[in-house]
């Protein structure tokens, strides 16, 4: 391990200044640097880890005097200081240690001096390394078995935190056969993933852990061939801080099991699986997965497995009649789980014959819709809107961050408001939500107003075209699988204001007026202004046209699959969306997801007496009741054309 050894001589030189600065009580310190190198490191060409800054602190933290560069500014240099206590700090220049690079040393070190007047004194600090060093070594017997071999090493994490996150530093890769010196990282976790392709061109990979890492420690990993059963031998010099561990890795076939990869929601989870080796026939019916809670001890079976013979990915078809290594994937889908609930799961053959490494996984949160029952409405400068009247206080009095919002603010000016409360419920008890289609204006001036609600926020009124522009959408990451709920409609049947012709005839050929309720996930960036929540799209009827690039739409969001910002979407039927007949119904929206893999942003949730209100067509004679809307979690999601 290197040292670099300052020797700070702090020479008070009042002897040789003159009678007014000594009663001033200033000294003058004088440093020279002397380097003592135990090893001989190499310095990257842009990047010199002996190149020092220094800093003197006084004891309140202000930095007196400070240099990038001591050995160029202040070696042999006389710098005058009060007489106090001071820190002297040393590290290396240009580098603070808390990312990773190849031959890339970070020394530190501090130290305390007194300046006294009258007296001259010596003071020393020694500059240690203070981030980790890593050294990969492959033996020779490697290039004999295999063809490529690499080494990456970097943060030592979860599956869940190193898909939730950016990693926090940039994993290095060692590549057998090119010289590229040692790397060093910060005082973290690490983790080494050893990743083999043979001469078969067979892959093969292999994680260790290193933990418990602290600066100035070296990890030397060596990796050899051998035979039998594969070892990781670990030799610690305690007083070098270095730790060598011999990982042998076997060459003699054997069979062996991948770790299940995981994709958790709330209260399901997918598995996958696959064999990556074996040395007999695998009956492909034995093989199953297993879980449990992190910290019970019982394994319980998945319910079932299944088994796609489609190759792995990552794995390469072979054509060698010897191979027994089943090439597909095995599945499975857990259920009933709890959600924001650690758990982990392995692969098992036949009685535990073969079991692979296991994985751990969280299960996502089981977010509740806000106010989801329509019993919270709150009135604010005539305005009525579905939040909690405490939340509304607790924003900043313009409800730029409600949850819910409607065409209220755009009627207000009329004194309308198109979505009230009722306590007209599906079980008498509590409010719901009434949304009454309308003209609003004066002497035939104005615009249709559908009665709506949505998860989102009106941002104006827009006067010339008369018009709006308004937001959709509330952040949120979980996966629910329905959208369940009660609603009454009685449809107008005189389609008595249109500003579009298709959409008035389709009206009129289906006997009237009708409804819409509508939920969808969307994973795009969206909008993030400052005065108000992040939004997911917005219509503004200003527009020219739709910019469907920066989510934006003049009339109408495109929820097909043309739009690749939306995870899932659900809708009521169009029969649900002509009527109740006057009476409450449940109604269940099955979201129909376009991908299990992806993670929300946002949540649009719409409700909305008129269908076609978004292109001012409809009839006033609409009226709609809406109550106790519920996101649901149970069950196994739809796949879009898999119903």
Same mark, same amino acid.
């Given at each position: 391990?290197?040292?670099?050894?300052?020797?700070?001589?702090?020479?008070?030189?009042?002897?040789?200044?003159?009678? +007014?600065?000594?009663?001033?009580?200033? !000294?003058?310190?004088?440093?020279?640097?002397?380097? $003592?190198?135990?090893?001989?490191?190499?310095?990257?060409?842009?990047?010199?880890?002996?190149?020092?800054?220094?800093?003197?602190?006084?004891?309140?933290?202000?930095?007196?005097?400070?240099?990038?560069?001591?050995?160029? &500014?202040?070696?042999?240099?006389?710098?005058?200081?009060? /007489?106090?206590?001071?820190?002297?700090?040393?590290?290396?220049?240009?580098?603070? !240690?808390?990312?990773?690079?190849?031959?890339?040393?970070?020394?530190?070190?501090?130290?305390?001096?007194?300046?006294?007047?009258?007296? &001259?004194? $010596?003071?020393?600090?020694?500059?240690?390394?203070?981030?980790?060093?890593?050294?990969?070594?492959?033996?020779?017997?490697? %290039?004999?078995?295999?063809?490529?071999?690499?080494?990456?090493?970097?943060?030592?994490? #979860?599956?869940?935190?190193?898909?939730?996150?950016?990693?926090?530093?940039?994993?290095?890769?060692?590549?057998? !056969?090119?010289?590229?010196?040692?790397?060093?990282?910060?005082?973290?976790?690490?983790?080494?993933?050893?990743?083999?392709?043979?001469?078969?061109?067979?892959?093969?990979? %292999?994680?260790?852990?290193?933990?418990?890492?602290?600066?100035?420690?070296?990890?030397?990993?060596?990796?050899?061939?051998?035979?039998?059963? =594969?070892?990781?031998?670990?030799?610690?010099?305690?007083?070098?801080?270095?730790?060598?561990?011999?990982?042998?890795?076997?060459?003699?076939?054997?069979?062996?099991?991948?770790?299940?990869?995981?994709?958790? *929601?709330?209260?399901?989870?997918?598995?996958?699986?696959?064999?990556?080796?074996? /040395?007999?026939?695998?009956?492909?019916?034995?093989?199953?997965?297993?879980?449990?809670?992190? !910290?019970?001890?019982?394994?319980? +079976?998945?319910?079932?497995?299944?088994?796609?013979?489609?190759?792995?990915?990552?794995?390469?078809?072979?054509?060698?009649?010897?191979?027994?290594?089943?090439?597909?994937?095995?599945?499975? @889908?857990?259920?009933?789980?709890?959600?924001?609930?650690?758990?982990?799961?392995?692969?098992?053959?036949?009685?535990?014959?073969?079991?692979?490494?296991?994985?751990?996984?969280?299960?996502?949160?089981?977010?509740?819709?806000?106010?989801?029952?329509?019993?919270?409405?709150?009135?604010?400068?005539?305005? *009525?809107?579905?939040?909690?009247?405490?939340?509304?206080?607790?924003?900043?009095?313009?409800?730029?961050?409600?949850?819910?919002d409607s065409g209220n603010p755009g009627a207000a000016m009329m004194s309308k408001n198109p979505t009230v409360s009722?306590?007209?419920?599906?079980?008498?008890?509590?409010?719901?939500?009434?949304?009454?289609?309308?003209?609003?204006?004066?002497?035939?001036?104005?615009?249709?107003?559908?009665? $709506?609600?949505?998860?989102?926020?009106?941002?104006?009124?827009?006067?010339?075209?008369?018009?709006?522009?308004?937001?959709? =959408?509330?952040?949120?990451?979980?996966?629910?699988?329905?959208?369940?709920?009660?609603?009454?409609?009685?449809? =107008?049947?005189?389609?008595?204001?249109?500003?579009?012709?298709?959409?008035?005839?389709?009206?009129?050929?289906?006997?009237?007026?009708?409804?819409?309720?509508?939920?969808?996930?969307?994973?795009?960036?969206?909008?993030?202004?400052?005065?108000?929540?992040?939004?997911?799209?917005?219509?503004?009827?200003?527009?020219?046209?739709?910019?469907?690039?920066?989510?934006?739409?003049?009339? #109408?969001?495109?929820?097909?699959?043309?739009?690749?910002?939306?995870?899932?979407?659900?809708?009521? @039927?169009?029969?649900?969306?002509?009527?109740?007949?006057?009476?409450?119904?449940?109604?269940?929206?099955?979201?129909?997801?376009?991908?299990?893999?992806?993670?929300?942003?946002?949540?649009?949730?719409?409700?909305?007496?008129?269908?076609?209100?978004?292109?001012?067509?409809?009839?006033?004679?609409? /009226?709609?009741?809406? +109550?106790?809307?519920?996101?649901?979690?149970?069950?196994?999601?739809?796949?879009?054309?898999?119903?």
């Amino acid at each position: 391990m290197k040292n670099i050894y300052f020797l700070i001589l702090l020479c008070l030189l009042a002897a040789c200044q003159n009678d +007014d600065l000594s009663s001033d009580n200033i !000294g003058y310190l004088r440093l020279q640097m002397g380097v $003592n190198e135990s090893t001989n490191t190499k310095a990257g060409e842009v990047y010199n880890p002996e190149q020092m800054a220094v800093q003197i602190i006084r004891t309140d933290g202000t930095v007196v005097e400070e240099t990038s560069n001591f050995a160029a &500014e202040w070696q042999g240099k006389q710098i005058a200081l009060p /007489v106090g206590t001071y820190t002297l700090q040393a590290s290396s220049a240009g580098f603070d !240690g808390q990312s990773s690079g190849f031959n890339k040393p970070y020394y530190a070190g501090q130290t305390e001096f007194v300046i006294e007047k009258g007296k &001259e004194i $010596n003071a020393t600090v020694t500059c240690t390394l203070a981030n980790v060093k890593v050294t990969v070594n492959f033996d020779k017997s490697f %290039q004999k078995y295999f063809k490529a071999a690499t080494v990456t090493v970097g943060e030592n994490e #979860t599956e869940e935190e190193s898909a939730a996150t950016d990693p926090s530093i940039t994993p290095l890769v060692f590549e057998m !056969g090119k010289e590229q010196g040692s790397g060093y990282f910060p005082a973290i976790d690490l983790q080494a993933k050893l990743e083999l392709t043979n001469l078969q061109d067979e892959t093969f990979s %292999q994680t260790d852990a290193i933990r418990n890492v602290k600066p100035r420690d070296h990890y030397i990993l060596n990796y050899s061939v051998g035979i039998g059963e =594969g070892s990781i031998n670990i030799d610690v010099d305690e007083t070098r801080h270095t730790y060598t561990f011999n990982i042998n890795i076997s060459t003699t076939p054997k069979t062996s099991l991948a770790a299940p990869t995981v994709n958790a *929601w709330g209260k399901l989870a997918y598995l996958e699986g696959s064999v990556i080796s074996a /040395v007999e026939t695998l009956d492909t019916s034995l093989m199953k997965f297993q879980y449990r809670k992190k !910290g019970d001890t019982e394994w319980a +079976d998945a319910s079932t497995t299944t088994y796609d013979e489609t190759p792995a990915q990552g794995t390469t078809p072979t054509t060698d009649e010897g191979d027994k290594t089943p090439k597909g994937t095995f599945k499975a @889908t857990l259920t009933g789980l709890t959600p924001e609930t650690e758990y982990e799961c392995r692969m098992v053959y036949a009685d535990e014959e073969y079991s692979s490494e296991t994985t751990s996984f969280t299960t996502e949160s089981t977010t509740a819709l806000y106010n989801g029952s329509f019993d919270d409405w709150h009135q604010y400068d005539g305005i *009525w809107y579905a939040i909690n009247a405490n939340d509304a206080t607790s924003n900043d009095g313009k409800f730029l961050n409600s949850y819910w919002d409607s065409g209220n603010p755009g009627a207000a000016m009329m004194s309308k408001n198109p979505t009230v409360s009722t306590q007209d419920t599906p079980t008498g008890q509590g409010q719901a939500a009434m949304l009454s289609s309308q003209f609003v204006g004066i002497f035939g001036v104005g615009k249709f107003a559908a009665g $709506n609600i949505y998860t989102g926020h009106y941002c104006e009124t827009i006067m010339n075209p008369m018009g709006a522009r308004i937001r959709f =959408g509330q952040e949120f990451t979980s996966r629910p699988t329905q959208l369940k709920g009660w609603y009454k409609y009685t449809r =107008g049947t005189s389609i008595d204001q249109s500003q579009n012709d298709a959409c008035k005839a389709e009206l009129e050929q289906s006997g009237g007026d009708k409804c819409a309720i509508y939920i969808a996930l969307a994973d795009n960036v969206g909008f993030t202004d400052n005065n108000m929540r992040p939004a997911a799209f917005e219509i503004n009827n200003s527009l020219s046209a739709d910019d469907p690039a920066n989510f934006k739409y003049k009339y #109408t969001i495109d929820f097909s699959e043309n739009n690749p910002n939306i995870v899932a979407y659900g809708t009521i @039927t169009d029969e649900e969306a002509k009527g109740t007949n006057g009476e409450w119904k449940e109604f269940t929206i099955n979201l129909e997801y376009r991908d299990l893999t992806r993670k929300p942003k946002y949540i649009i949730v719409v409700a909305s007496a008129s269908k076609y209100g978004d292109y001012f067509t409809g009839s006033t004679g609409s /009226v709609m009741y809406i +109550d106790d809307f519920e996101l649901v979690y149970d069950g196994q999601p739809v796949v879009k054309g898999q119903q």
